[in-house]
């Protein structure tokens, strides 16, 4: 095989995978997965990204239960609005999909570090090119692509993940404090990883020709 076809493979068969051996990770999986994750490109090589690596299932179940906890609040304050049916749909088909980690015997913090550069201090924010809000989210483009390389490479590894956004949405700032991240970082996603026991159905993707426009 080329070294394409290899990639392509990699690229193809990887899953959002929810349900996990009973096998750990261990501390040198996860070390050999970011010493991938940190060779992604980044804005003027910023490397805005950092990770926590829990391998601790107690620690892991803590998380789950924070995020159950932040849910349930959530639902009883839609209820309270009036907004019964969605409370219900937020508890029986978000809960699960936010928890989906459950049975994972590995969760990877990744963080977004703040974005600073000779760039940004020299020239953009003495002139307030943009708003600082849009330096946040410089910070996490180049975690995001960090977070690609590290569940592509825990795939060819024969490890499988799923990146969720699930717990940042209802219970970020919990997780931030059971942790100790300092407040200049955001939690971007937390990614389940570990032996997979099944192999999820390939989705479906949208055509190649709706989602291109070439230029020539
Ligand atoms: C930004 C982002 C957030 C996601 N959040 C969740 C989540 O909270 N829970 C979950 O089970 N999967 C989550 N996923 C996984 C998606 O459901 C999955 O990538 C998508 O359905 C396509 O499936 P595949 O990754 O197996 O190709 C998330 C994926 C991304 C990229």
């Not at 799923?162 to 939690?187: F, N, S, W």
């Amino acid at each position: 095989m080329t070294t394409y076809e290899i990639m392509k493979e990699v690229i193809h068969e990887r899953r959002s995978v929810r349900r996990y051996e009973d096998r750990q990770v261990t501390a040198e999986d996860v070390k050999e997965l970011i010493d991938c994750a940190r060779y992604a490109p980044s804005d003027t090589n910023s490397q805005t990204w950092e990770f926590i690596a829990i391998l601790n299932r107690e620690w892991i179940a803590r998380i789950e239960q924070l995020t159950w906890d932040a849910l349930h609040k959530r639902a009883e304050q839609a209820e309270a609005q009036g907004l019964a049916k969605e409370a219900r749909l937020l508890v029986k088909s978000f809960g699960p999909y936010a928890t989906a980690f459950s049975n994972a015997p590995a969760l990877i913090i990744c963080l977004a570090s703040p974005y600073t550069s000779k760039f940004r201090e020299r020239i953009f924010d003495p002139i307030g090119l943009v708003p600082s809000t849009v330096w946040d989210e410089e910070g996490i483009k180049s975690s995001c692509l960090a977070i690609q390389n590290l569940m592509l490479a825990a795939h060819a590894r024969g490890l499988a993940s799923c990146p969720m956004t699930g717990p940042v949405l209802l219970a970020d700032q919990q997780i931030k404090d059971m942790l100790d991240i300092p407040e200049d970082r955001q939690v971007n996603m937390v990614l389940a990883l570990g032996y997979p026991s099944d192999t999820p159905a390939k989705l479906p993707r949208k055509p190649v020709e709706d989602i291109l426009r070439i230029i020539e």
